[in-house]
Antibody, heavy 119, light 111 residues
Framework: QVQLAQSGADVKRPGASVTVSCKASGYKFTAYYIHWIRQAPGRGLEWMGWINPNSGGTTYAERFQGRVTVRTDTSTNTAYLDLSSVTSDDTAVYYC????????????WGQGTRVTVSS | QSALTQPASVSGSPGQSITISCTGT?????????VSWYQQHPGKAPKLLIYEVTKRPSGVSARFSASKYGNTASLTISGLQAEDEADYHC???????????FGGGTKLTVL
């Protein structure tokens, strides 16, 4: 069965960078997009970006442009989210999600990674 | 402020039906038949309930149905059960620049 296993919780100081990993198993990693979505405490879901593991192509939400990088390591079937210059507004649970072949909906989700930004 | 508008909360008694609305614009919900709905229990990851406006993945109960009219999508849960108590999120494709836009989520309380 499809599994997306994310890295553990992390605490960062303002201005630091954070990396969240997402190791996929149970399907052909390069055949499906990986999206990253976050959820701030008590808030709704917010789309951050996607990567096509086959081509390496990416698209990011405008509000994160310049601060976010999504990458993959196809040798380990792992996707990564890098977010730089974090502030308290970046405190959230970060999810990776596998989509349908065209990237239109998320049919499997990771368990989430809590990132706390605090001085 | 979320791109799609959902009611903050809805409630219903066991056995009843409820509907959650999700209002967007002609640039997202109104332009694409790519609305999806997700159920999220406290402390858990979202789970896909509906995709392509009306389709249910295998394993999702037929008590969950959905539709779209104009810029508004709707999720209906019939025969409410205690385990339906959760947050529900709508999502629409918003074009190649915005890709996915989400609603703010609706908390369903089963009385």
């Amino acid at each position: 069965q499809v599994q997306l296993a994310q890295s553990g919780a992390d605490v960062k100081r303002p201005g630091a960078s954070v990396t969240v990993s997402c190791k996929a198993s149970g399907y052909k990693f390069t055949a499906y997009y990986i999206h990253w979505i976050r959820q701030a405490p008590g808030r709704g879901l917010e789309w951050m970006g996607w990567i096509n593991p086959n081509s390496g192509g990416t698209t990011y939400a405008e509000r994160f442009q310049g601060r976010v990088t999504v990458r993959t390591d196809t040798s380990t079937n792992t996707a990564y989210l890098d977010l730089s210059s974090v502030t308290s507004d970046d405190t959230a649970v970060y999810y990776c999600a596998k989509t349908d072949p065209l990237g239109s909906w998320a049919d499997d989700w990771g368990q989430g990674t809590r990132v706390t930004v605090s001085s | 402020q979320s791109a799609l508008t959902q009611p903050a909360s809805v409630s219903g008694s066991p056995g009843q039906s409820i509907t959650i609305s999700c209002t967007g614009t002609s640039s997202d919900v109104g332009s694409f038949n790519l609305v999806s709905w997700y159920q999220q229990h406290p402390g858990k990851a979202p789970k896909l309930l509906i995709y392509e406006v009306t389709k249910r993945p295998s394993g999702v109960s037929a008590r969950f149905s959905a539709s779209k009219y104009g810029n508004t999508a709707s999720l209906t849960i019939s025969g409410l059960q205690a385990e339906d108590e959760a947050d529900y999120h709508c999502c629409s494709y918003g074009g190649s620049r915005r890709w996915w836009v989400f609603g703010g989520g609706t908390k369903l309380t089963v009385l």
